[in-house]
Each structure stands twice: as C-alpha cells, then as structure tokens.
C-alpha cells in the first residue's frame, strides 16, 4: 500500500514538473558571447518564450545584429497577440502590446576583463534590474599546439572559458541568494569531462568551467537556496565553425556527426525549463565519460585511435595555422 501511494506521488511530482516547465517565468535572462553562435541560438530561444533579454558581446555590431533577430520575435508575437485578442473580442491592439511589453537590452563587453564584468552588471542592474538567469555562454579556442601558442592565447582562453564564470557569477548571484531564485546556466563543453590532443588550453578551460559548476551547485545545496537552479550544458563539437576542420574516423564520422547548433540549444533549453542539472548531447556522451572514468588509461587511448579522436583536433590547428600564415603574408604585401 505505502509503494502504491509513493508512485503516485511521484508521478504527480513528474507530471507537475512539466506543468511548471511550460509555465515558467524565464525574468530577465543575461547572455554572454550572444553575438553569434550558440550564444545568438539562446537568445532567440529566449525570445520565442516571451523572456525579456540582457545581451553581452565584445562584438558590438553582431550582438546588435542579434538583438535585431530578437526583436523580430517580439513583434511577430505582439502580432499574434494582437490578431488573437481582436478576434476573440474586437480590437485589443493597444492592451495587448502593452502587455507583451517584450524589450531587449544590449552590451559590449569583455568578459576577459574582471572590471569590465562588474562595471557592466552595475549598468544592468540600473538599467535594467535583476538577472534571474544567467547563461555563462562566451567561449573562445585558440587552435595551436601548446608548445606554438602564445602565452597570452592561453591566458585569454583560460580567461574567457572559465574565469568569467566567476566574474559574472559574482556579480549577479547575491541577488539570486537574497530572494532564493534564478538560474545558472554553465555552456562547457564534452571537452570539459575528457579531452583530446592539441587542445590542452581548451580543455584545461573547460574542465576548469566544469568544476566551477559542480562545486558551485554543491554550495547552493549546502546553503539550502533549492530555489537557485544550475544547468551544466556539455555537448559534443557543435558545427558552428568554432572548430572547422575537425575530424574523426571518416567511417565512424557517419554515426557521429557534427552536432547541429539549433538542435544542441533545444537540447539545452528543455533542461534549462526542466531544471535539468546536466545535459549531455548526444547521450553517448555519458557512456564516454563513464568508460573514461573506469578503464585504464592505455584503454581509453586505444579507444581513440579506433575512432580517429586521438588526433581529430590536428586539421582544424593546421587549418588555423595556415590561415594565420595568410593573415601574416596579407600584413606583410
């Protein structure tokens, strides 16, 4: 009788999670590195879920193209709204436009920079007001080999993939833990749960955002503020061009193709609405990581080098090598 009352219980709890899924109130979401890319994706995922949006980029002009994007969304959705209201009880144009009252606010920001974080979310705040959700998104990769990339490659990777994490984190969570609400959102990467050659700057960045998450849920739980939700996004490569170039074995490549960017944030957004704590895209992605976890090292290699990971990274540096060389010769004429 006490298993039988458990499980509906439990599947009331389950349905009731995807009630308050699609009626979630998305507030103000902050995105960073929303000029292109994922980043952009969110943004506009955002939008058709009525979110009213805070953008970062250090690109001023793609971040406006992408708040441009956005507030075509808004006026579709106002459109909608306003043909609805009018057929269902005459003309309620000026009501419901007030009521949408969607609005996009952007910033050029580098999230590399400490000082220019917190000068930045004190705009935010005065302009705008509160974050409920931050999307931690702002990503680079710098394509050479350890021993030929520069030092300040690697400490701008290591600034932007992870330390900004902290930065933006600061700035916003107090306000989060005073009203016990919000959401963090950590875009990683699979290559922050195991790595490959020729990426160590990526990946030490990666596990580094990682670990930063975890340890950060893991206060949030410890402090009781169940009201603040984390969501770790970890996906394969992503065809963004962010890694153009990047192969595997060209018979497994089939099986394992380059993930599509509109599919990896809708990925993401069904567990950011379903206060998901992590999301692994695809779900082979798990399995990988697990079998890191258990074999021995010289296992894990031989897995690689079956399926080309062990040095799919090497035409994506030697594309970017080359096109630097262009660069330079370009410079030098």
């Known amino acids: 009788m006490n298993i039988l009352l458990e499980f509906f219980v439990v599947t009331f709890k389950v349905l009731w999670a995807f009630v308050l899924a699609a009626a979630k109130w998305l507030g103000w979401p902050n995105i960073t590195g929303a000029g292109s890319g994922l980043g952009r994706l969110f943004a506009l995922e955002f939008a058709r879920r009525r979110a009213l949006l805070v953008l970062w980029d250090i690109n001023t002009q793609s971040n406006e193209e992408t708040a441009g994007m956005v507030r075509h969304i808004y006026r ?22 007030t009521h949408c009252n969607l609005q ?12 220019n974080v917190y000068l930045t979310a004190e705009r935010v705040r005065k302009e705008v007001g509160e974050v409920s959700v931050l999307v931690n998104n702002a990503g680079v990769v710098s394509g050479h080999h350890l021993l030929e990339c520069p030092d300040e490659l690697i400490e701008r990777t290591m600034m932007v993939n992870c330390h900004a994490h902290f930065w933006t984190t600061k700035a916003f969570l107090p306000k989060m833990l005073e009203m016990n609400h919000g959401h963090i959102v950590t875009v990683a990467s699979s290559l922050g749960l195991f790595s490959t ?13 990682v670990g930063f998450h975890e340890s950060l849920s893991h206060e ?21 061009g962010m890694f153009r170039g990047c192969r595997i074995r060209k018979e497994i490549e089939p099986f394992l193709p380059p ?21 692994c895209t695809p779900r082979l992605m798990y399995m990988v990581t697990f079998m890191k976890s258990i074999l021995p090292f010289e296992a894990v290699v031989c897995m690689y080098r079956f399926l080309g990971a062990d040095k799919c990274m090497y ?11 262009n660069n330079e010769a370009k410079n030098g004429i």
Do not use: H, W
């Not at 996009?104 to 000082?115: G, I, M, N, Q």
């Not at 020729?198 to 990666?206: F, I, L, N, R, T």
């Not at 949030?220 to 963004?240: M, S």
């Not at 035409?315 to 060389?325: D, G, V």
């Open 104 to 115: 996009v606010y952007t910033y050029t920001c580098d999230v590399s920079k400490r000082e």
């Open 315 to 325: 035409p994506f540096i030697a594309q970017r090598k080359q096109a630097t060389n």
């Open 197 to 209: 050659a020729g990426v160590e700057d990526y990946c030490a960045s990666k596990f580094g955002a």
């Open 220 to 240: 949030l739980k410890a402090a009781d503020k169940d009201g603040i939700k984390t969501t770790l996004v970890c996906p394969y490569l992503v065809d963004t």
């Open 259 to 279: 993930l599509k960017p509109d599919y990896c944030v809708k990925q993401a957004m069904r567990a950011i609405l379903t206060d998901q704590p992590m999301i």
């Open 76 to 97: 579709e959705i106002s459109e909608e709204a306003t043909a609805t209201a009018q057929q269902a009880a005459g003309d309620g144009e000026e009501e419901v436009l």
